[in-house]
């Protein structure tokens, strides 16, 4: 794994060397897949794994765009925590670069919670960001502990270093099917609730080879705690990581007690839609100068809709997640003739429609070019019109995928602008289908 500078507003990126093409994956929430035993991501054909440490050393030492080249499915765990990161970005330095740092910051509070599971983190209001953490799993080895972060404390020197937990409980299904052979607990502090016989323990020596393997004020002895609430200062570590996938820097006050990655991303998943729907303005500049990315003849040739019923004119913007499209609207659009004669309204079913066909762009971008498809509507949602369209306005679309597409799948937000005045907005989701021959 090779961590490269990466240009400004470029994110932190994830690319896929081993594979054909070397596909990239975002380091954002919208593609985690898996939070079962850490955090992956994964889109285009790219699946990374346990990519919260490297993560939580990036973004906690002020590293906000960088290439990650990695040559297998998986982060390297080294000693389980993320000092070796830390102390690789101090050495090699930063570069500062001219964009401004993009901040949200939370306005009201905002809660995720699993009740069943004790599970609840909460954010507030605040100027700078901060996390207090409590962790309590009715442990009598771990108990109450706590665990404290703010801007301005030393990632390096009191997070960095906490290491991964695990209960021996939950190793011993794993020893009993021969699942383990490849464990090291140099990279792990194994916590023991329940006493442990000597042929337990003789067994424990040899998967790991460690001859001299004890149980020690209830943890195994093979390392010692670097902090008293280590396994709490790690939790936090991973919530420094998961929340890094926000991609841009949060303030508000976090509190969170019994957290995990599962409920650390959803909560990211939460701000993420809270940002777009915060955002009254088109984030793409719209310049008719510029040579767009599809003219009207190449959408003409991705959409199989044709006049009068294809409503977009240009695409000025694509990427893997978002796209942003023009519609022209003029007096000789045909609904104008009965929509309404003296007062010409453009029909706000139709501005929808426009909306979905610019996100059947995004979706049909990097399909098979050689097949044809067609996108039908499944579920419209949370659909609001704001102002009225009329002719002589120049419409602008922005929608911006909310999860990776699966199965043919696609969810989107998409918003309509007319200038700096947003007009319409509605949350998407349609089925991709290849038409027949």
């Given at each position: 794994m090779t961590v490269l500078p990466a240009e400004e507003n470029r994110g932190i990126v994830f690319r896929r060397t081993d594979l054909e093409g070397t596909p990239e994956v975002a380091a954002l929430s919208d593609y985690v897949t898996d939070t079962s035993r850490s955090t992956t991501i994964e889109n285009n054909g790219a699946k990374v794994s346990t990519i919260e440490h490297l993560m939580a050393a990036l973004w906690s030492c002020g590293v906000d765009n960088a290439v990650v080249e990695i040559d297998g499915p998986e982060v390297p765990i080294m000693d389980g925590s993320a000092r070796d990161y830390a102390q690789a970005i101090a050495k090699t330095g930063l570069v500062e670069q001219n964009a401004d740092i993009k901040y949200y910051q939370v306005s009201e509070k905002v809660s995720y919670t699993i009740p069943e599971k004790g599970v609840e983190i909460d954010i507030y209001p605040d100027e700078e960001f901060g996390v207090s953490l409590h962790i309590d799993y009715g442990s009598k080895v771990l108990g109450n502990q706590y665990a404290t972060f703010r801007e301005q404390d030393d990632f390096t020197e009191n997070i960095a270093p906490c290491r991964t937990f695990v209960f021996l409980h939950e190793l011993e299904p794993?020893?009993?099917?021969?699942?383990?052979?490849?464990?090291?607990?140099?990279?792990?502090?194994?916590?023991?609730?329940?006493?442990?016989?000597?042929?337990?323990?003789?067994?424990?020596?040899?998967?790991?080879?460690?001859?001299?393997?004890?149980?020690?004020?209830?943890?195994?002895?093979?390392?010692?705690?670097?902090?008293?609430?280590?396994?709490?200062?790690?939790?936090?570590?991973?919530?420094?990581?998961?929340?890094?996938?926000?991609?841009?820097?949060?303030?508000?006050?976090?509190?969170?007690?019994?957290p995990g990655h599962f409920a650390n991303t959803e909560m990211i998943k939460l701000l993420r839609k809270n940002i777009r729907r915060a955002g009254t303005k088109p984030q793409y500049a719209y310049n008719p100068n510029e040579t767009p990315k599809y003219d009207i003849n190449q959408i003409r040739q991705k959409l199989p809709h044709r006049p009068p019923f294809l409503l977009v004119d240009k695409i000025i913007h694509i990427d893997d997640n978002s796209v942003a499209g023009i519609k022209n609207v003029t007096m000789n659009e045909p609904f104008f003739v009965g929509h309404f004669p003296d007062e010409p309204v453009m029909p706000g079913v139709l501005i929808v429609e426009a909306m979905a066909q610019c996100g059947g762009i995004l979706a049909l971008h990097n399909m098979?070019?050689?097949?044809?498809?067609?996108?039908?509507?499944?579920?419209?949602?949370?659909?609001?019109?704001?102002?009225?369209?009329?002719?002589?306005?120049?419409?602008?679309?922005?929608?911006?995928?909310?999860?990776?597409?699966?199965?043919g799948i696609v969810v989107m937000e998409a918003k309509a602008f007319v200038g700096e005045k947003l007009v319409t907005e509605a949350m998407l989701m349609a089925q991709v289908t290849p038409n027949k021959k």
């Open positions: 794993l020893l009993q099917n021969n699942l383990i052979k490849g464990g090291d607990l140099d990279n792990a502090i194994v916590v023991v609730e329940h006493s442990v016989s000597e042929e337990e323990l003789e067994r424990l020596r040899k998967v790991f080879n460690k001859p001299g393997i004890q149980v020690n004020q209830g943890y195994l002895n093979n390392l010692d705690l670097r902090f008293y609430n280590e396994p709490a200062r790690h939790k936090l570590l991973d919530i420094l990581g998961d929340f890094a996938l926000l991609g841009i820097r949060l303030k508000g006050r976090v509190l969170a007690t019994r098979d070019p050689n097949q044809s498809y067609s996108t039908y509507f499944m579920k419209i949602d949370a659909v609001r019109f704001k102002n009225k369209v009329v002719p002589g306005d120049t419409l602008q679309f922005e929608l911006h995928l909310t999860e990776p597409i699966r199965r």
